[in-house]
């Protein structure tokens, strides 16, 4: 297991070959050693030897093929990684979707584009909701910012109409993150779900004395690009009561989207 690590570390495609046959190792430590660093290294025969694990009668077998595809840093594995959202172990398709996240995280700045257009084609496609339930927990128990940021932006377009109150709920309670990215993707993402759910949590949050002022102000803001005739009052009301001038200004900017004041 500790050589199967190692050769992962130096990442040497002349590896794969040994790694590839540690596989069957009767040991699960040597297994997952041997996928993880067949991901690590990469390329075309790595990937294959990883994709024979896929339909192993071993769930565990499974989750650390799953788990090892993430370390890819291309779209090579997505095709893989989507089917495994249909496995018939939960366990299995959260590292699935676990591994999708790292995949947007790893992926080169000229690759990472083309790769969020396809997941999401993909992901939309299936309309899971272990997907939805796997992006939520990362938001909620996350520790690395780079996960939570991305889960944020693939909740909003994935979400599905069966799923859309869920998402929305997670991301509304991110909007004052500590991390600013994370909120503004979490705010972006609620505008692109939509619709009057969008609407209700937003409302809500700005109407929360509990909320820090960022959160009631991206929550004012997004309110112009989803909200209606309700909004519209309330942030009319917001502008006159705040004291709060970050959240008067945001307000003000929502209203010239829905109409100006009444």
Excluded: C, Y
């Excluded at 993880?36 to 769930?59: N, V």
């Excluded at 272990?130 to 932006?153: F, Y």
């Amino acid at each position: 297991a500790r050589a199967a690590r190692a050769l992962g570390r130096i990442e040497d495609p002349r590896a794969v070959a040994a790694l590839r046959k540690r596989l069957g190792d009767e040991s699960v430590e040597v297994r997952r050693e041997s996928a993880d660093s067949l991901g690590r290294i990469g390329g075309d025969e790595a990937l294959s030897a990883l994709l024979d694990l896929l339909d192993d009668e071993s769930e565990t077998v499974r989750r650390i093929a799953a788990s090892s595809l993430g370390n890819f840093g291309s779209a090579k594995p997505l095709d893989a990684l989507v089917s495994l959202l249909s496995d018939e172990v939960e366990a299995v398709r959260r590292v699935a979707v676990f591994s999708l996240i790292e995949l947007l995280s790893n992926a080169p700045g000229q690759q990472s584009h083309d790769l969020r257009e396809r997941m999401v084609e993909k992901l939309s496609a299936t309309d899971h909701r272990s997907v939805v339930d796997s992006l939520v927990d990362i938001l909620e128990e996350g520790t690395q910012a780079h996960q939570r940021r991305n889960a944020a932006w693939l909740l909003g377009r994935v979400a599905g109409d069966d799923n859309r109150e869920a998402a929305i709920g997670a991301l509304a309670s991110v909007l004052d993150d500590k991390d600013g990215m994370t909120a503004q993707f979490a705010a972006t993402s609620i505008a692109e779900v939509g619709g009057e759910a969008a609407e209700d949590a937003l409302l809500d949050v700005l109407d929360d004395p509990e909320a820090s002022s960022d959160a009631r102000a991206k929550a004012a803001f997004t309110l112009g690009k989803v909200g209606d005739e309700r909004a519209r009052r309330r942030l009319n009301e917001i502008i006159d009561d705040t004291d709060d001038e970050d959240v008067r200004k945001r307000a003000f900017s929502a209203l010239s989207k829905l109409g100006g004041r009444g």
